[in-house]
């Protein structure tokens, strides 16, 4: 039986993700999976599930974070999701 890469929990119907670079890993649940995979915020350390904000080659879990932890660039930083034009 697959057995988790992240809690070693040997599941039936566990599945398997490889990275872009080839590394290959099984899991039990999109729970474990997130937990070994998603990129964690610079500033508040909360797991990335979402989109984000990359500024700079660093990550955040939104545009609030971003502002805060790229300090020089807060102007720049915007969150336009739902946003409407005018």
């Given at each position: 039986m697959?057995?988790?890469?992240?809690?070693?929990?040997?599941?039936?119907?566990?599945?398997?993700?490889?990275?872009?670079?080839?590394?290959?890993?099984?899991?039990?649940?999109f729970?474990?999976?997130?937990?070994?995979?998603?990129?964690?915020?610079?500033?508040?350390?909360?797991?990335?599930?979402?989109?984000?904000?990359?500024?700079?080659?660093?990550?955040?879990?939104?545009?609030?974070?971003?502002?805060?932890?790229?300090?020089?660039?807060?102007?720049?930083?915007?969150?336009?999701?739902?946003?409407?034009?005018?």
């Amino acid at each position: 039986m697959p057995v988790c890469s992240t809690c070693e929990n040997d599941y039936q119907m566990a599945f398997d993700i490889t990275t872009i670079t080839g590394e290959k890993y099984t899991f039990d649940c999109f729970e474990c999976a997130i937990t070994k995979l998603a990129p964690v915020c610079e500033r508040c350390s909360s797991r990335i599930i979402g989109h984000g904000v990359a500024v700079e080659g660093r990550f955040f879990c939104c545009a609030h974070c971003a502002r805060e932890g790229a300090k020089g660039l807060g102007a720049e930083i915007r969150d336009t999701v739902g946003a409407h034009s005018g």
